[in-house]
């Protein structure tokens, strides 16, 4: 046995179904508008573009008659003028100071013989090796600390050298007198 209000309750889902239905059709049927009407917008965005490229009509196109007055200016204008922009892009003024315009540069507007900037790493980079370079110039030029300290090793160096050196030739020549002198007694010896 089941209560009125269950009963009711289910009738009103029943109720509720037809009209659901209509509401999904009617939703997708906004959706279907929607688009068309987008669609429109740029269809006409288009055209107007092309109106203003192929410049149809009595009126010119005024950026371009003031280009072919002004000969001297950059090609830059022209192909800002012409870009294509996406979606609903032109049909929208944006005034944003903060966007950037991005431009395309031809090979023959780089500019290779300017300075070039270089980077901190880079900057960094040269002045060590000038910094080194220095700092041999000054070294074998005797300026440094390092310098002077091995230049005084050296010199002591030297001393001990030739102090050997003398020592070695007196050990000699003692060494020669005494065989010389050995030798003398032996033939005075053998003489007798």
């Known amino acids: 046995m089941r209560s009125s209000k269950q009963k009711s309750r289910r009738q009103g889902l029943g109720s509720i179904m037809p009209h659901l ?3 999904w059709s009617l939703r997708d049927r906004a959706v279907e508008i929607q688009a068309k009407i987008l669609m429109e917008i740029l269809h006409l965005g288009k055209e107007e573009e092309e109106q203003e490229e192929g410049g149809e009509g009595a009126t010119g196109d005024p950026k371009k008659d ?4 002004d000969s001297d200016e950059s090609d830059e204008d022209d192909e800002d003028y012409q870009q294509k922009r996406k979606g609903v892009e032109g049909l929208i003024d944006i005034e944003n100071p903060n966007r950037v315009i991005q431009t395309t540069k031809k090979v023959t507007q780089l500019d ?3 300075p070039k900037e270089l980077s901190r790493r880079e900057r960094e980079e040269i002045e060590k090796q000038k910094a080194k370079e220095r700092y041999m ?3 074998l030029a005797g300026k440094t600390e390092q310098a002077k300290a091995d230049l ?3 010199a002591i160096i030297r001393k001990q050298r030739e102090e050997a050196a003398r020592k070695k030739e007196e050990e000699r020549k003692a060494k020669d007198e005494a065989a010389m002198a050995g030798k003398r007694l032996q033939s005075l010896s053998l003489n007798k």
Request: positive net charge; without cysteine.
């Open 137 to 139: 110039k000054m070294h």
């Open 112 to 114: 290779l013989d300017g």
């Open 21 to 23: 239905s209509s509401f």
């Open 66 to 69: 003031k280009k072919s007055l």
């Open 152 to 154: 005084a090793r050296l």
